[in-house]
T-cell receptor, first 109, second 114 residues
Framework: AQRVTQPEKLLSVFKGAPVELKCNYS??????LFWYVQYSRQRLQLLLR??SRESIKGFTADLNKGETSFHLKKPFAQEEDSAMYYC???????????FGRGTSLIVHP | KAGVTQTPRYLIKTRGQQVTLSCSPI?????VSWYQQTPGQGLQFLFE???????NKGNFPGRFSGRQFSNSRSEMNVSTLELGDSALYLC?????????????FGPGTRLTVT
């Protein structure tokens, strides 16, 4: 069965500190991996995909196939990064995502 | 570009009734996906439509169905509503070109089943 785990429900850091939101998955084949973000009172939005290998709003995510992880990282957190973050692997070749339960990131001033 | 729109934004129905929700994608996007969000189950993928055809389907009972029109607008229908169908229903439109992918979500329809 496809599974995705975001072990932290809540992650609290101070502005300027590094942040890592963890995501572990159990998926057959070669999944495509996504991170989504939802800021307070805003729509859910796609943050980044592992295929694009890009940095969005200072966030990067590295796929570790050996550990089956896709952690989201940012070296210096900003207050505006406070939001709910969802990891979502999707079956390779088909878009059928499985969402994690989400991690609420709070960045204190 | 105008964003993804969903109508209605709020809906209250009674058990046993049926409901139809509508989603208008971003102009030029041919793919529309639907999701259910509840406190208990979190975010779950319902189905995806592309060029009027259901391309992918999540693990939901047959009471949940959808369709897509030639202008890419999509509707989802839930028949014989149950209390557990109370949720925020999100739709998203997307476009994939080569390795490029963009996806935008609507504001959601909040369905309450009493």
């Amino acid at each position: 069965a496809q599974r995705v785990t975001q072990p932290e429900k809540l992650l609290s850091v101070f502005k300027g500190a590094p942040v890592e939101l963890k995501c572990n998955y159990s998926y057959s084949g070669s999944p495509e991996l996504f991170w989504y973000v939802q800021y307070s009172r805003q729509r859910l939005q796609l943050l980044l995909r592992h295929i694009s290998r890009e940095s969005i709003k200072g966030f990067t995510a590295d796929l570790n196939k050996g550990e089956t992880s896709f952690h989201l990282k940012k070296p210096f957190a900003q207050e505006e990064d406070s939001a709910m973050y969802y990891c979502a692997p999707s079956s390779g070749g088909s878009y059928i995502p499985t969402f994690g339960r989400g991690t609420s990131l709070i960045v204190h001033p | 570009k105008a964003g993804v729109t969903q109508t209605p934004r709020y809906l209250i129905k009674t058990r046993g009734q049926q409901v139809t929700l509508s989603c208008s994608p971003i102009s030029g996007h041919r793919s529309v996906s639907w999701y259910q969000q509840t406190p208990g189950q979190g975010l779950q993928f319902l189905f995806e439509y592309f060029s009027e055809t259901q391309r992918n389907k999540g693990n939901f009972p047959g009471r949940f169905s959808g369709r897509q029109f030639s202008n890419s607008r999509s509707e989802m229908n839930v028949s014989t509503l149950e209390l557990g169908d109370s949720a925020l229903y999100l739709c998203a439109s997307s476009q994939r070109q080569g390795t490029s992918y963009e996806q935008y979500f609507g504001p959601g329809t909040r369905l309450t089943v009493t």
